[in-house]
């Protein structure tokens, strides 16, 4: 089974890069993993991560690390972005009007956790910007901005770890 948390790109693109690499078919490595095709279709394309078990089987079959896939637990970014933005009396088409993201966007990340790194860093910006402009930038959770920052330091080393490996 897979995690539902989107990690950012990086990961799809080292799957795909690996697989193609590897001359197989999203089939072929299915079959070698033990999944469905359609879950490395998921993979690929960020709507989801392999579990602990795919993960390593990925690594024996791809030479993909495991540790690309280190994600944070979703109901907590989704209880920090929801709690703050209703601190604020932001409502979620004026935050994604604030961040430059969808309002389905900021409903599913409030609802499952889900996004890119890219994408909460844009909302937890907005938040603070927010914040800071009526100051009330106590009301931002310093965990929820640690937790933003950390996802792209960890995006930004993935993405220039795998341009120098050729895995992007």
Known sequence: MSTMIKQGNAYCSAIRTARIEKGMTQVELARAIGVKNSSI??????????SQTHR????RVLGIDPVLFDTYKGDVVAKLVCSTRTEL??????LAAMSGI?????????????CQAPVLAKIVTALVSYAKARRMTQIVPVELVE??????????AIEQHGQTTSMC
């Open 56 to 59: 390593r089987r990925l690594k």
């Open 41 to 50: 279709s998921y993979w690929e394309r960020g709507r989801c991560v392999p």
């Open 89 to 94: 009396k932001l409502t979620k088409t004026r």
């Open 102 to 114: 969808s309002t389905p966007t900021i409903r599913r990340l409030e609802r499952t956790g889900c």
């Open 147 to 156: 937790i933003a920052c950390n996802r792209m330091r960890r995006y930004r």
